[in-house]
């Protein structure tokens, strides 16, 4: 695996870790806002939620072992985590 990482180009490692986080932001914050039954944000996070999705599904599989074990899943749960505390926060504004 560090042979691949080395291997990698910086900037695409680091698009790889910044798409994950967004698409694991937008999943979890849709889950919150649908459970505290703020529509209007649920709209709007299922309109940002989708259009970003068309841009993760087109992509290349990942066929390395740090793009399937590290580059996906970490930056995912981490961005899910914060996306989940972020719109709790928002929640109790409105």
Request: aromatic residues 18%; proline residues 4%.
């Amino acid at each position: 695996m560090k042979s691949e990482y080395l291997d990698t180009p910086k900037k695409e490692i680091v698009k790889g870790v910044t798409e994950n986080f967004i698409y694991g932001f937008l999943g979890s914050t849709l889950i919150v806002f649908i459970s505290t039954g703020i529509d209007v944000a649920v709209l709007f996070s299922y309109m940002i939620y989708y259009f970003f999705l068309g841009r993760v599904v087109n992509r290349p599989k990942y066929v390395t072992s740090i793009g399937k074990f590290i580059v996906f899943p970490i930056p995912t749960s981490i961005g899910a985590f914060i996306g989940y505390k972020l719109a709790g926060m928002l929640s109790t504004m409105f």
